[in-house]
């Protein structure tokens, strides 16, 4: 059974730091992209920043660009989401999220962290 489990949320103040983690268990993990989604209430669930499980390559949604990092452990099977100069507009439940090579489709998830940032 696959299992994406996030954590390392919580309730920060504006420009504060936080890194979520997601540790997984049941796939193959060096054969999947990762991925970070974030959904804040009455929106829909958009996308934060993805790497790739080839080269490392990293992909990021603009409001992530210069303040977020992803990066894996393909040692421990963690996927990370380093988060900087936090936002009030960044508050979200966050999802971690598998795709395995070749696929389209993010084919599993987590249950999600909350991230609440404070102005």
């Known amino acids: 059974q696959v299992r994406l489990t996030e954590s390392g949320g919580g309730l920060v103040q504006a420009g504060d730091s936080l890194r979520l983690s997601c540790t997984t268990s049941?796939?193959?993990?060096?054969?999947?992209?990762m991925g970070w989604f974030r959904q804040a209430p009455g929106n829909e669930r958009e996308f934060v920043a993805q790497?790739?499980?080839?080269?490392?390559?990293?992909y990021y949604a603009d409001s992530a660009k210069g303040r977020f990092t992803i990066s894996r452990d393909d040692t421990k099977w963690v996927v990370y989401l380093q988060m900087n100069s936090l936002k009030p507009d960044d508050t979200a439940v966050y999802y971690c999220?598998?795709?395995?090579?070749?696929?389209?489709?993010?084919?599993?998830w987590g249950q999600g962290t909350q991230v609440t940032v404070s102005s």
């Open positions: 999220t598998a795709q395995v090579r070749g696929s389209s489709n993010y084919t599993h």
């Open positions: 049941g796939l193959v993990f060096p054969f999947y992209h």
């Open positions: 790497i790739s499980s080839t080269d490392g390559t990293q």
